[in-house]
């Protein structure tokens, strides 16, 4: 039974990381329109400009400085890259985020190469904080959900109780109001993409010693980002943490304990064939939960569009 | 800057490679492991440690037969079956009759059917099949064929010396295993639980899973189901992203027992195991780089620092396979017969330069040789990897591994 406590704790971490990534993409997504889709190649950036920067000047400095480079790097690549592209629709806008995130993926292996980075916790934060029953929890991870749980109160707070917030929300649903009114919408619009790929590169920062620093690192979680936006329905904040927390929850639920799909069925009351081998669903009795953990939080995305296709805190299109 | 240098390095080789190749042959080996994705630094740096060899074993040293010098091709096959055929078949357009690959016995298992109908069909266009790397024990028992060489050795043998390691220390009752989702994990787990079964029944295996092969983002509650099952040491044969997720997972949760494990070295590996895998992380390895093999093992290894300041020879049973097929291509007199070139490879005798004699057994292809198990370490270090600091050195060494080893191969030979 200590053992679900622990696995509490490494889900909200998980799912945290995870709202750090979403929480800058859906924010995007919200303000323009554009699906990001080299949001996660930022969070890669992150990553690696956080360990060459702590080759140099420690850890700490890397967490304050490359998040900044990330987020400048974002505020010129909506500047001078998507906006001329915005003229032309949607479409060529994906395009033009696909690409781009093809190309860091190659920027990234020419200067860095393949191999995975000695990228490590830093020795402040390299201890057991406590141990549930033989379970230790790093510090290190203690530091993660703090620093996450800050960034959505900061966030919180800068969009619904600041005049800058105001002014960003105003511009998402009145933009040409907003500029009447003498606000410059595209300075807006490209702190917004500046400020989301920061986000992104914060959570590089941190996930990088832990779940390491390689070139296939923004490839292993492209897709869930955006599995995660459309839970928790695109541009909500409130949808992002929810959808992220549930998803480290269920994916580390069902990696943590061994579920066999025959237990489910027969508690259900369907018996086990007596001839499993030559039964055509053998691989279906014989499935367990953590053979499929990865593929839950695509299974539950399906469910909710077919539920609830704004997600589930979406706002209803007019 | 690094890229830049192997640029010109390789402008510069292809020149030379260019020059000669008025009066000799070049032959060409093609080289189809994953050069993208997650598996990519692997695939890589074995693409450099195979370059390497042929240059510095054989065209440096004058080539084989009348001057003929290699070249490796690199295919990118992105660790999947089904466009390994193609690169395969891209290959043999080219001309190719030589085929090394190594990384997925699932890529393996695809390969080796492929080539052995297309050699049935093709008499005129044939091509060798030389593994250096994938382990799964039915290429070389029911799925063994006349054209596929196996210069590792398979994951029964290893696991059999690492299960000797493993009973000879009192400390363990508890294992844990834990691999990869396909047929290479499927085996280590099936081989690791009949050996510890036959050679200590009170070693109690207390858990048992695989997990998806590169997917997995956080080991994390894996990692907490080792170390509540009360294991006193965990077996995987985890390799690439997979192998240093799980092990920095297992240390980082609390686990203090040792890890043994297959593919734990080298590839930036070794370097952000670093200091937490000190004295844990325990490989069964061909070769030894710590003590070195020979001297002319060393004069090789720094050879290739030289060229490679980031890279390591971390398999070193790719030299074997380049040393073995020149071997083997001068013995027959020919490198266009590869049923000549196969035959002479067939019980061939070769003594390496990483020390010990390699023995390419006849009856299923598969290669003996001294296994060495090796522990993750700072000290007497002469050759680290990923310039760490860190490297494996030796700590028991198993002559001829697996020598007598059953094998159910049927081989059928060509007329």
């Known amino acids: ?318 | 800057m690094k890229s830049i240098t192997k640029l010109g390095a390789v402008s510069a080789l292809s020149l030379v490679i260019g020059a000669s190749a008025s009066f000799a042959e070049t032959i060409k080996i093609a080289f189809i492991d994953p050069l993208s994705g997650p598996f990519a630094s692997t695939g890589t740096n074995g693409l450099h440690q195979f370059e390497f060899a042929a240059e510095h074993m054989v065209n440096e040293k004058g080539g084989v037969l009348d001057g003929d010098t290699f070249e490796v091709v690199g295919f990118d096959n992105q660790t999947s079956p089904k466009e390994s055929l193609i690169q395969l078949q891209v290959a043999i357009d080219q001309g190719i009759r030589y085929v090394v690959q190594g990384n997925s016995s699932g890529v393996a298992n695809a390969l080796t059917e492929a080539i052995d109908k297309h050699n049935r069909r093709n008499p005129d266009s044939r091509v060798l099949f030389l593994n250096y790397a994938a382990v799964d024990p039915a290429l070389t028992n029911d799925k063994c064929n006349f054209w596929h060489f196996r210069f590792d050795a398979n994951a029964d043998i290893k696991m059999d010396a690492l299960t000797d390691v493993i009973v000879a220390d009192e400390n363990i009752k508890k294992v844990y295993i834990i691999g990869q989702d396909y047929s290479f994990g499927k085996a280590v787990s099936a081989a690791a639980n009949k050996m510890l079964g036959e050679k200590r029944d009170d070693i109690e295996v207390v858990g048992d899973e695989l997990h998806p092969i590169g997917k997995v983002k956080d080991f994390t509650p894996y990692a907490r189901k080792v170390v509540s099952s009360g294991a006193d040491a965990v077996i995987t044969g985890n390799w690439g992203a997979d192998m240093l997720g799980l092990g920095k997972a297992i240390i980082d949760n609390g686990f203090e027992g040792p890890i043994y494990t297959y593919y734990a070295a080298g590839s930036g590996m070794t370097a952000a195991f670093g200091e937490t895998g000190k004295d844990r992380i325990r490989l069964i390895s061909q070769g030894s780089i710590n003590p070195i093999g020979s001297e002319e093992a060393r004069a090789t290894y720094e050879a290739f620092e030289a060229k490679y300041p980031e890279g390591n020879i971390d398999q070193s049973r790719i030299f074997n396979t380049i040393g073995m097929l020149a071997a083997a291509i001068e013995e027959a007199g020919t490198a266009d017969d590869v049923v000549a070139v196969a035959s002479a490879l067939e019980g061939m005798e070769y003594e390496s330069m990483w020390g010990g004699k390699l023995f390419m057994r006849p009856q299923d292809h598969q290669l003996i040789q001294d296994m060495h198990v090796g522990v993750h370490t700072d000290e007497n270090v002469d050759f680290d990897f990923d310039n760490s600091g860190f490297g494996v050195v030796n700590e028991s060494t198993i002559e001829m591994a697996g020598m007598d080893s059953p094998t159910t191969c049927e081989m059928k030979r060509p007329e």
């Not at chain 1, 995870?18 to 990553?47: C, D, K, W």
């Not at chain 1, 923004?218 to 909500?236: E, H, K, M, P, R």
């Open chain 1, 1 to 318: 039974m200590d053992l679900i406590l622990v696995n509490i704790i490494d889900g909200l971490v998980t799912g945290l990381l995870l709202f750090m990534l979403s929480a800058g993409l859906t924010l995007i997504f919200s303000m323009m329109g554009v699906l990001n889709f080299a949001h996660a190649s930022f969070y890669m950036l992150g990553a690696y400009f956080a360990y060459q920067i702590s080759l140099a000047l420690g850890f700490w400095m890397g967490l304050l400085i490359a998040p900044l480079i990330v987020g400048v790097l974002g505020a010129g690549v909506e500047r001078y890259g998507l906006r001329r592209v915005h003229q032309y629709g949607h479409v060529p806008e994906l395009i033009f985020t696909f690409g781009l995130a093809l190309l860091i993926e190659e920027l990234v292996q020419f200067i860095w190469g393949k191999n995975q980075m000695p990228y490590f916790v830093p020795d402040a934060l390299n201890f057991s904080a406590f141990a549930i029953a033989g379970n230790s929890i790093p510090a290190y991870k203690i530091f993660m959900i703090f620093t996450s749980l800050a960034i959505f109160i900061g966030l919180l707070f800068i969009l619904t109780r600041t005049r800058v917030g105001m002014i960003i929300q105003a511009a998402l649903s009145y933009p040409r109001t907003v500029e009447a009114l003498g606000h410059n919408v595209p300075l807006i619009f490209m702190g917004v993409f500046g400020v989301g790929t920061a986000l992104a590169g914060v959570a590089g920062v941190i996930a990088g010693p832990v779940l390491g620093t390689f070139p296939g690192m923004a490839f292993v979680l492209g897709s869930i980002v955006f599995v995660t936006i459309v839970i928790g329905g695109l541009g909500s904040l409130w949808g992002a943490l929810v959808a992220s927390l549930l998803i480290g929850w269920l994916t580390t639920f069902a990696k943590a304990y061994n579920i066999a799909m025959e237990d489910i069925l027969n508690g259900i009351g369907i018996a086990t064939p007596e001839n499993l081998d030559s039964n055509v669903f053998r691989d279906l009795w014989s499935i367990t939960s953590p053979q499929i953990a990865d593929i839950l939080p695509y299974i539950l995305m399906v469910l909710i569009l077919i539920i609830r296709p704004s997600g589930l805190f979406g706002k209803r299109h007019s």
